[in-house]
């Protein structure tokens, strides 16, 4: 799977949009863009998932830069409850459902 | 629906020791992995197993090794246990959908003295 490169660390404003940055420069083709987040002391949790074109679900929106190489997570309007660990990860579909999770970014969402 | 159940949450044991994990999937999910978390090293794929078999292999020695049964509850097992053991180890369980979305159990936290 491909490696991926994140920020160690971010804060945003409550309320705020926050936009957490990947860099994935030797994705592959069929490789997908993952990402998952980890509030303390709790399992990782699915966020959203994408190929190439943006995504958007309840939590959040993914969006893939055309040649594929980063993308960037955006949680639209951040609580105090998404300060968490994101995780950005990249995997081949198919292939199990192993996942490298890297270091990830730690998201502190302040008042 | 039950989520992802692991048990048990916490366990100290000592140097030497074995220690086998239960880990309950969701019910029809057929794929279970797990996972080390550790603050120095983070969270390390161990294994992932589906319909009885293991699928995927981390880069973790023989010590640690894992089966899966007929109802696809899975276990894990470490053997001789070192200090370097102490973690918190995930479970997770995935549906067999395009999402490929893993259901993640709390964890059972391994303390070896």
């Known amino acids: 799977d491909a490696k991926t490169t994140q920020p160690p660390s971010m804060d945003c404003a409550e309320g705020r949009a926050a936009n957490l940055p990947c860099n994935h420069s030797?994705?592959?083709?069929?490789?997908?863009v993952y990402w998952y987040r980890q509030i303390h002391s709790q399992g990782p949790q699915y966020i959203i998932h994408g190929l190439k074109n943006n995504e958007t679900n309840e939590m959040a929106s993914l969006i893939i830069t055309e040649d594929r190489k980063s993308s960037t997570l955006i949680l639209p309007h951040a609580t105090l409850r998404d300060t968490a660990v994101y995780y950005c990860?990249?995997?081949?579909?198919?292939?199990?459902?192993?996942?490298?999770f890297g270091k990830g970014t730690s998201l502190l969402v302040t008042p | 629906k039950a989520g992802v159940t692991q048990t048990p949450r916490y366990l100290i044991k000592t140097r030497g020791q074995q220690v086998t994990l239960s880990c309950s999937p969701i019910?029809?999910?057929?794929?279970v992995s797990w996972y080390q978390q550790t603050p120095g090293q983070g969270l390390q794929f161990l294994f992932e197993?589906?319909?009885?078999?293991?699928?995927n292999k981390g880069n973790f020695p023989g010590r640690f090794s894992g089966r899966q049964f007929s109802n696809s509850r899975s276990e894990m097992n470490v053997s001789t246990l070192e200090l370097g053991d102490s973690a918190l180890y995930l479970c997770?369980?995935?549906?067999?959908?395009?999402?490929?979305?893993?259901?993640f159990g709390p964890g059972t936290r391994l303390t070896v003295l």
């Open positions: 019910s029809g999910h057929r794929s």
């Open positions: 997770a369980s995935t549906l067999e959908t395009s999402r490929s979305e893993q259901f």
């Open positions: 990860i990249v995997r081949v579909a198919n292939s199990g459902y192993a996942l490298n």
């Open positions: 197993y589906f319909s009885e078999t293991q699928r």
């Open positions: 030797t994705i592959s083709g069929n490789e997908y």
